[in-house]
Protein backbone atom coordinates (compact mmCIF):
# COMPACT_ATOMS: atom_id res chain seq x y z
CA UNK A 1 0.00 0.00 0.00
CA UNK A 2 2.66 1.98 1.04
CA UNK A 3 3.96 2.44 -2.77
CA UNK A 4 0.84 3.72 -4.18
CA UNK A 5 1.29 6.69 -2.01
CA UNK A 6 1.08 9.87 -3.14
CA UNK A 7 2.64 12.99 -1.48
CA UNK A 8 1.38 16.23 -2.28
CA UNK A 9 4.73 18.29 -3.20
CA UNK A 10 3.42 21.53 -1.72
CA UNK A 11 1.91 20.72 1.35
CA UNK A 12 3.83 17.26 2.16
CA UNK A 13 0.32 15.98 3.05
CA UNK A 14 -1.11 11.95 1.35
CA UNK A 15 -3.37 12.62 -1.18
CA UNK A 16 -6.76 10.22 -1.06
CA UNK A 17 -6.22 9.72 -4.73
CA UNK A 18 -9.24 11.58 -5.29
CA UNK A 19 -9.43 14.26 -8.61
CA UNK A 20 -11.57 16.44 -9.81
CA UNK A 21 -10.37 18.72 -13.03
CA UNK A 22 -6.46 18.46 -11.68
CA UNK A 23 -7.35 19.39 -7.83
CA UNK A 24 -6.53 16.42 -5.80
CA UNK A 25 -7.86 16.06 -2.46
CA UNK A 26 -5.94 15.97 0.73
CA UNK A 27 -5.67 13.35 3.05
CA UNK A 28 -6.61 15.45 6.41
CA UNK A 29 -8.98 13.47 8.87
CA UNK A 30 -10.45 15.38 11.53
CA UNK A 31 -8.48 15.54 14.85
CA UNK A 32 -10.06 12.90 17.53
CA UNK A 33 -10.86 15.43 19.71
CA UNK A 34 -13.39 17.15 17.11
CA UNK A 35 -14.67 13.45 16.68
CA UNK A 36 -15.09 12.75 20.28
CA UNK A 37 -17.12 16.06 20.65
CA UNK A 38 -19.93 15.81 17.78
CA UNK A 39 -20.48 12.02 19.49
CA UNK A 40 -20.75 14.37 22.93
CA UNK A 41 -23.30 16.33 21.08
CA UNK A 42 -24.93 13.26 19.39
CA UNK A 43 -25.43 11.72 22.80
CA UNK A 44 -26.59 14.94 24.25
CA UNK A 45 -29.50 15.49 21.69
CA UNK A 46 -30.88 12.11 22.11
CA UNK A 47 -31.14 12.39 26.09
CA UNK A 48 -32.59 16.07 25.47
CA UNK A 49 -35.21 14.58 23.44
CA UNK A 50 -35.47 11.62 25.77
CA UNK A 51 -35.90 14.51 28.98
CA UNK A 52 -37.42 17.03 27.82
CA UNK A 53 -40.33 18.45 25.48
CA UNK A 54 -38.90 18.26 22.25
CA UNK A 55 -41.25 16.55 19.01
CA UNK A 56 -44.08 18.61 17.44
CA UNK A 57 -47.08 16.08 17.23
CA UNK A 58 -50.24 16.98 14.63
CA UNK A 59 -52.09 18.16 18.30
CA UNK A 60 -49.56 17.93 20.97
CA UNK A 61 -45.58 17.12 21.15
CA UNK A 62 -43.73 15.38 23.37
CA UNK A 63 -43.33 16.16 27.22
CA UNK A 64 -40.12 13.99 28.10
CA UNK A 65 -39.65 12.08 31.15
CA UNK A 66 -39.59 15.31 33.16
CA UNK A 67 -42.73 17.31 32.33
CA UNK A 68 -40.79 20.21 32.17
CA UNK A 69 -42.36 22.92 30.41
CA UNK A 70 -41.37 26.52 30.43
CA UNK A 71 -44.53 28.46 30.05
CA UNK A 72 -45.56 26.30 33.66
CA UNK A 73 -41.91 27.66 35.12
CA UNK A 74 -42.47 31.31 33.78
CA UNK A 75 -46.27 30.76 35.35
CA UNK A 76 -45.00 29.63 38.58
CA UNK A 77 -41.81 32.17 38.54
CA UNK A 78 -44.89 35.09 38.14
CA UNK A 79 -46.98 33.25 40.87
CA UNK A 80 -44.15 34.29 43.19
CA UNK A 81 -43.41 37.65 42.05
CA UNK A 82 -47.03 38.72 42.10
CA UNK A 83 -47.37 37.00 45.88
CA UNK A 84 -44.28 39.37 47.03
CA UNK A 85 -45.64 42.16 45.49
CA UNK A 86 -49.41 41.65 47.43
CA UNK A 87 -48.22 42.94 50.54
CA UNK A 88 -47.68 46.29 48.92
CA UNK A 89 -49.94 45.82 46.35
CA UNK A 90 -52.74 45.98 49.71
CA UNK A 91 -51.19 48.83 51.15
CA UNK A 92 -51.25 50.92 47.84
CA UNK A 93 -54.95 50.07 47.41
CA UNK A 94 -55.48 50.84 51.26
CA UNK A 95 -53.76 54.10 51.32
CA UNK A 96 -55.25 57.43 49.80
CA UNK A 97 -53.06 59.35 47.22
CA UNK A 98 -51.39 61.95 48.97
CA UNK A 99 -49.95 59.15 52.08
CA UNK A 100 -48.87 57.51 48.85
CA UNK A 101 -46.38 60.06 47.58
CA UNK A 102 -45.78 60.59 50.92
CA UNK A 103 -44.30 57.37 51.90
CA UNK A 104 -41.12 56.36 50.09
CA UNK A 105 -41.36 52.81 49.95
CA UNK A 106 -45.10 53.12 48.98
CA UNK A 107 -44.06 55.78 46.72
CA UNK A 108 -41.33 54.25 44.75
CA UNK A 109 -43.31 51.00 44.15
CA UNK A 110 -46.17 53.09 42.89
CA UNK A 111 -44.09 54.75 40.19
CA UNK A 112 -42.52 51.49 39.43
CA UNK A 113 -45.88 49.73 39.14
CA UNK A 114 -47.56 52.68 37.48
CA UNK A 115 -45.03 52.89 34.78
CA UNK A 116 -45.71 49.81 33.66
CA UNK A 117 -49.37 50.48 33.86
CA UNK A 118 -48.93 53.37 31.64
CA UNK A 119 -46.98 51.98 28.49
CA UNK A 120 -49.68 49.35 28.64
CA UNK A 121 -52.65 51.41 28.93
CA UNK A 122 -52.19 54.77 28.10
CA UNK A 123 -49.43 55.67 25.37
CA UNK A 124 -51.68 55.22 22.72
CA UNK A 125 -53.21 58.53 23.24
CA UNK A 126 -50.66 60.16 25.71
CA UNK A 127 -47.05 58.86 24.33
CA UNK A 128 -44.85 56.90 25.33
CA UNK A 129 -43.11 60.15 27.10
CA UNK A 130 -46.44 61.27 28.22
CA UNK A 131 -46.05 64.37 25.95
CA UNK A 132 -49.14 63.93 24.48
CA UNK A 133 -50.34 65.31 20.84
CA UNK A 134 -53.21 67.32 19.06
CA UNK A 135 -55.78 66.38 21.06
CA UNK A 136 -54.34 64.52 23.69
CA UNK A 137 -53.16 66.18 26.96
CA UNK A 138 -49.06 66.68 28.08
CA UNK A 139 -49.05 65.11 31.19
CA UNK A 140 -45.23 66.37 32.07
CA UNK A 141 -46.62 70.13 32.08
CA UNK A 142 -48.63 71.88 34.98
CA UNK A 143 -51.64 72.79 32.80
CA UNK A 144 -54.38 70.25 33.83
CA UNK A 145 -58.01 70.88 32.51
CA UNK A 146 -59.20 68.94 35.30
CA UNK A 147 -56.99 69.78 38.36
CA UNK A 148 -53.33 67.80 39.02
CA UNK A 149 -53.82 67.50 42.29
CA UNK A 150 -53.03 63.73 43.35
CA UNK A 151 -57.20 62.92 44.48
CA UNK A 152 -58.10 65.11 40.99
CA UNK A 153 -55.26 62.78 38.76
CA UNK A 154 -57.00 60.11 40.66
CA UNK A 155 -60.46 61.05 40.09
CA UNK A 156 -59.88 61.43 36.55
CA UNK A 157 -58.11 58.58 35.68
CA UNK A 158 -60.56 56.24 37.95
CA UNK A 159 -63.67 57.91 36.12
CA UNK A 160 -62.25 59.02 32.84
CA UNK A 161 -64.06 61.96 30.79
CA UNK A 162 -67.11 62.00 28.68
CA UNK A 163 -67.31 58.10 29.40
CA UNK A 164 -70.65 57.45 28.52
CA UNK A 165 -70.51 54.18 30.39
CA UNK A 166 -69.79 55.94 33.67
CA UNK A 167 -72.04 57.77 35.77
CA UNK A 168 -69.06 59.79 37.83
CA UNK A 169 -66.82 60.82 34.59
CA UNK A 170 -65.88 64.11 33.94
CA UNK A 171 -68.14 65.95 31.20
CA UNK A 172 -68.37 69.30 29.64
CA UNK A 173 -69.58 70.71 26.77
CA UNK A 174 -68.23 73.56 24.54
CA UNK A 175 -71.44 74.80 22.52
CA UNK A 176 -71.25 75.18 19.08
CA UNK A 177 -70.99 78.79 18.37
CA UNK A 178 -71.00 78.96 14.21
CA UNK A 179 -72.03 75.87 13.89
CA UNK A 180 -75.59 75.77 15.78
CA UNK A 181 -76.04 79.86 15.15
CA UNK A 182 -75.23 81.18 18.45
CA UNK A 183 -72.34 83.64 16.67
CA UNK A 184 -72.58 85.13 13.18
CA UNK A 185 -68.48 84.15 11.67
CA UNK A 186 -67.18 87.76 11.94
CA UNK A 187 -68.13 87.77 15.58
CA UNK A 188 -66.37 84.15 16.23
CA UNK A 189 -63.18 85.89 14.24
CA UNK A 190 -63.30 88.53 16.45
CA UNK A 191 -63.35 86.49 19.85
CA UNK A 192 -60.45 83.99 18.19
CA UNK A 193 -58.28 87.16 17.90
CA UNK A 194 -58.92 87.79 20.71
CA UNK A 195 -57.96 84.89 22.82
CA UNK A 196 -54.53 85.00 20.79
CA UNK A 197 -54.24 88.30 21.94
CA UNK A 198 -54.40 87.40 25.50
CA UNK A 199 -52.20 84.27 24.50
CA UNK A 200 -49.64 86.71 23.30
CA UNK A 201 -50.05 85.45 19.90
CA UNK A 202 -49.72 87.68 16.77
CA UNK A 203 -53.65 88.65 15.96
CA UNK A 204 -55.74 91.76 14.26
CA UNK A 205 -55.84 94.56 17.16
CA UNK A 206 -59.13 95.84 15.75
CA UNK A 207 -60.35 92.62 15.73
CA UNK A 208 -59.20 91.65 19.05
CA UNK A 209 -61.03 95.09 20.93
CA UNK A 210 -64.31 93.74 19.35
CA UNK A 211 -63.96 90.12 20.13
CA UNK A 212 -63.19 91.10 24.14
CA UNK A 213 -66.85 92.39 24.43
CA UNK A 214 -67.50 88.86 22.33
CA UNK A 215 -65.51 86.66 24.70
CA UNK A 216 -67.20 88.59 28.06
CA UNK A 217 -70.90 87.75 26.98
CA UNK A 218 -70.15 84.05 25.71
CA UNK A 219 -67.11 82.79 26.41
CA UNK A 220 -65.89 84.43 29.94
CA UNK A 221 -68.46 82.25 32.03
CA UNK A 222 -66.20 78.84 31.65
CA UNK A 223 -62.86 80.21 30.83
CA UNK A 224 -62.70 83.00 32.85
CA UNK A 225 -62.50 86.81 32.41
CA UNK A 226 -58.96 86.46 31.75
CA UNK A 227 -58.78 83.33 29.97
CA UNK A 228 -57.49 81.64 32.93
CA UNK A 229 -59.54 78.43 32.50
CA UNK A 230 -61.63 76.69 35.11
CA UNK A 231 -60.94 73.10 36.38
CA UNK A 232 -64.08 72.71 38.14
CA UNK A 233 -65.35 72.69 34.12
CA UNK A 234 -62.60 71.28 32.31
CA UNK A 235 -62.57 74.72 30.33
CA UNK A 236 -59.08 75.09 29.17
CA UNK A 237 -57.00 78.23 30.27
CA UNK A 238 -56.11 80.30 26.89
CA UNK A 239 -53.94 82.87 28.25
CA UNK A 240 -50.55 80.43 28.00
CA UNK A 241 -48.72 78.78 25.48
CA UNK A 242 -50.33 75.02 25.85
CA UNK A 243 -52.91 74.19 23.47
CA UNK A 244 -54.99 71.00 23.15
CA UNK A 245 -55.66 71.15 19.31
CA UNK A 246 -53.86 74.53 17.27
CA UNK A 247 -53.49 78.06 18.41
CA UNK A 248 -53.75 79.12 15.04
CA UNK A 249 -56.16 81.59 14.01
CA UNK A 250 -57.60 78.95 11.58
CA UNK A 251 -57.82 76.51 14.93
CA UNK A 252 -59.50 78.51 17.40
CA UNK A 253 -61.80 79.90 14.65
CA UNK A 254 -62.59 76.19 14.05
CA UNK A 255 -62.50 75.58 17.59
CA UNK A 256 -65.54 78.28 18.41
CA UNK A 257 -67.37 77.26 15.14
CA UNK A 258 -68.08 73.46 15.89
CA UNK A 259 -65.81 72.49 19.09
CA UNK A 260 -64.08 68.63 19.02
CA UNK A 261 -64.28 66.99 22.29
CA UNK A 262 -62.08 64.35 23.36
CA UNK A 263 -62.92 61.28 25.27
CA UNK A 264 -61.12 59.18 27.69
CA UNK A 265 -62.44 56.06 29.47
CA UNK A 266 -62.48 55.15 33.36
CA UNK A 267 -59.60 52.95 34.54
CA UNK A 268 -61.12 51.95 38.03
CA UNK A 269 -63.25 49.45 36.54
CA UNK A 270 -60.68 47.66 34.65
CA UNK A 271 -58.10 48.26 36.79
CA UNK A 272 -59.11 48.57 40.54
CA UNK A 273 -58.51 50.96 42.79
CA UNK A 274 -54.87 50.45 43.66
CA UNK A 275 -53.51 50.39 40.15
CA UNK A 276 -55.29 53.38 39.67
CA UNK A 277 -53.43 55.16 42.37
CA UNK A 278 -50.30 53.75 41.09
CA UNK A 279 -51.26 55.07 37.61
CA UNK A 280 -51.69 58.76 39.36
CA UNK A 281 -47.97 58.22 41.29
CA UNK A 282 -46.41 57.78 38.45
CA UNK A 283 -48.19 60.13 36.25
CA UNK A 284 -47.31 62.94 38.76
CA UNK A 285 -43.68 61.61 39.29
CA UNK A 286 -43.53 63.66 35.87
CA UNK A 287 -42.80 66.62 36.60
CA UNK A 288 -46.19 68.02 36.38
CA UNK A 289 -49.10 68.30 38.28
CA UNK A 290 -49.63 70.79 41.01
Known sequence: ???????????????????????????????????????????????YVIVYPAIPGLTSYTHGLWGWSSRADLRNQMTAVDQGRQALNDKIAAMDINAIMADPEARTFAIAAG???????????HGSGAQGGPGFPNL????????????????????????????????SIMPNFGKDGLLEADKITAAANYVRQIANLEHDAAAATAGATVFAENC???????????QDLGAPQLNDA????????????????????GMMPGWKAKLGEGKVKALAAYVLSLGGGQ
Open 1 to 47: MSGNREIDQLSGVDTTGHEWDGIKELNNPLPRWWLWTLYATVVWAIG
Open 115 to 125: GSLFKVNCVQC
Open 140 to 171: NDDSWLWGGKPDQVVQTISNGIRDTSNGDTRD
Open 220 to 230: ASCHGEKGEGN
Open 242 to 261: VWLYSDSLEGITAQVNAPRH
